[in-house]
């Protein structure tokens, strides 16, 4: 089994729309986790870390569910550019320095 | 900013040719991180270094090895390039932490490898 798992989409939605993502992990006693966003034939960047009691960044909404073992992104009033693709990254508890990735959930974002 | 800059964007190699790829990074972190990235597979490690002379086996070491001389720089060298190496190589690096959040991983531009 995968330590990371996410739906590959493509989730393909009008401007304006809101879109949520979930991410499932293994190993329940991850620690860290965030959200990176990747555009095409580009390297991934940090979109947010996700804290427990869950976190806002604009348009953005990150959470955690322990008892369930996902995190999830909410992007609200989507934008043509938040057309990518997004990659959820968890840390292991035993290892801080080790990191797991998603494969990734494509969002195109359609005029 | 932190910057990760890996040397060449596009590099075309023969099978069999001994392949460098180098990775500098300027915000003194003390990992560093090399990962292939290929469609539907995501990211796998290759190898990963915390330390000057230090290296760990990543997942997917096979048919790689790393040098780190200087904590700045990080190099993932093929020995002898197969087309199954064909990819796109991320260099990546973070702060050593024992705090979760405090480790965020910055990423080079990349590059794109094609083994002929």
């Known amino acids: 089994r995968k330590e990371v798992e996410q739906d590959p989409g493509p989730f393909n939605v009008p401007e304006g729309a809101t879109v949520a993502f979930n991410c499932t992990y293994s190993?329940?006693?991850?620690?860290?986790f965030f959200w990176y966003r990747q555009d095409c034939r580009k390297e991934p960047k940090l979109l947010m870390s996700?804290?427990?009691s869950g976190n806002e960044d604009g348009r953005f909404t990150a959470q955690l569910n322990r008892a369930s073992q996902y995190i999830s992104l909410l992007i609200r009033d989507s934008k043509l550019s938040d057309s990518a693709t997004y990659l959820c990254?968890?840390?292991?508890?035993?290892?801080?320095?080790?990191?797991?990735f998603g494969s990734g959930t494509k969002l195109n974002v359609k005029p | 900013d932190v910057k990760v800059t890996q040397s060449s964007r596009y590099l075309v190699k023969r099978t069999g040719e001994k392949v460098f790829l180098e990775c500098v990074q300027d915000?003194?972190?003390?990992?560093m991180f090399w990962y292939r990235q290929d469609p539907g597979l995501g990211l796998r490690l290759i190898y990963f270094?915390?330390?000057?002379?230090?290296?760990e086996k990543g997942d997917i070491p096979e048919g790689y090895s790393v040098s780190r001389e200087k904590k700045e720089r990080f190099s993932l060298i093929l020995e002898s390039a197969s087309t199954n190496q064909t990819s796109m190589y991320l260099c990546a690096s973070s702060l050593w932490s024992t705090e979760g959040g405090k480790n965020i991983q910055y990423f080079g531009a990349g590059t794109r490898l094609s083994v002929l």
């Open positions: 990254v968890v840390n292991p508890v035993y290892n801080f320095n080790k990191f797991y």
């Open positions: 996700v804290y427990s």
């Open positions: 190993n329940s006693a991850s620690q860290s």
């Open positions: 915000m003194d972190h003390e990992n």
């Open positions: 270094s915390y330390d000057v002379k230090m290296k």
